[in-house]
């Protein structure tokens, strides 16, 4: 009796140590499954803040893209015209050039007489013409001098109307700032032209009048009246 008491006992204490210990592992499972959770949760929480990160990144790379990509648009659309500068500057002078040489005159002389080769080929006559001066761009390498006409002229309609179209289309610069018809569309019309030209500084063995170039800015010319019959007017 007494030997199966003490193995009961031996068994009931090992029972219960096995108990404990199995209580004690439980408990550290728990704490190791716990601990693994959270660890979870946390890389879980940190993946997607990476992820968000990692989108956000890419939608600012994309905006900065698409923002230095209009720049760089804008600023070739700037730079197109600034290309060949040079060429075009020199182009453009050779053009002025040309232009003041071919299309300017150089003497009031000149526009009167141009004036009295187109009356003439259209058989009207200047009965007037007083002019006024004012220097242009004064001092400067394309200095001109605005030559202001107040002209009349008389002849039938239509020599006039053909006159004042040859005139837009005549060689020689004219500017038509006014005109005034009288008279009917059948014998003899009055008309009044206010025209401007600019004359320039002479080239080579031109000549320009003195006159010209002492005039002021309104004064009229005080040889009208002898320029008219150069200019096919007055006889």
């Given at each position: 009796?007494?030997?199966?008491?003490?193995?009961?006992?031996?068994?009931?204490?090992?029972?219960?140590?096995?108990?404990?210990?199995?209580?004690?592992?439980?408990?550290?499972?728990?704490?190791?499954?716990?601990?693994?959770?959270?660890l979870g949760l946390m890389n879980l929480y940190l993946l997607v803040h990476?992820?968000?990160?990692?989108?956000?990144?890419?939608?600012?790379?994309?905006?900065?893209l698409a923002d230095q990509t209009v720049v760089m648009k804008t600023a070739d659309i700037a730079r197109q015209p600034l290309e060949g500068l040079d060429e075009k500057l020199a182009l453009a002078t050779k053009d002025a050039d040309k232009f003041y040489k071919q299309r300017l005159p150089y003497s009031i002389s000149e526009v009167i007489g141009e004036l009295g080769t187109l009356t003439k080929k259209q058989g009207v006559k200047l009965t007037r013409a007083n002019y006024a001066y004012a220097p242009v761009l004064e001092g400067?390498?394309?200095?001109?001098?605005?030559?202001?006409?107040?002209?009349?002229?008389?002849?039938?309609?239509?020599?006039?109307?053909?006159?004042?179209?040859?005139?837009?289309?005549d060689k020689m610069f004219f500017l038509i700032t006014g005109v005034t018809l009288t008279g009917q569309q059948s014998g003899t019309v009055g008309l009044r032209l206010r025209l401007t030209t600019y004359l320039r500084s002479p080239?080579?063995?031109?000549?320009?009048?003195?006159?010209?170039?002492?005039?002021?800015?309104?004064?009229?010319?005080?040889?009208?009246?002898?320029?008219?019959?150069a200019a096919g007017g007055r006889r």
């Open positions: 009796m007494t030997t199966t008491t003490a193995e009961k006992r031996k068994a009931a204490v090992a029972a219960k140590q096995w108990r404990e210990r199995a209580r004690t592992m439980a408990t550290l499972l728990n704490l190791h499954i716990a601990g693994a959770v959270v990476m992820a968000f990160a990692w989108r956000a990144a890419r939608s600012d790379d994309a905006q900065a400067t390498a394309g200095q001109v001098i605005e030559a202001r006409i107040d002209a009349s002229f008389s002849g039938d309609y239509r020599p006039l109307v053909l006159f004042v179209n040859a005139l837009e289309r080239v080579g063995t031109e000549n320009t009048e003195k006159s010209v170039a002492g005039a002021d800015g309104d004064k009229a010319d005080s040889a009208d009246d002898a320029s008219a019959p």
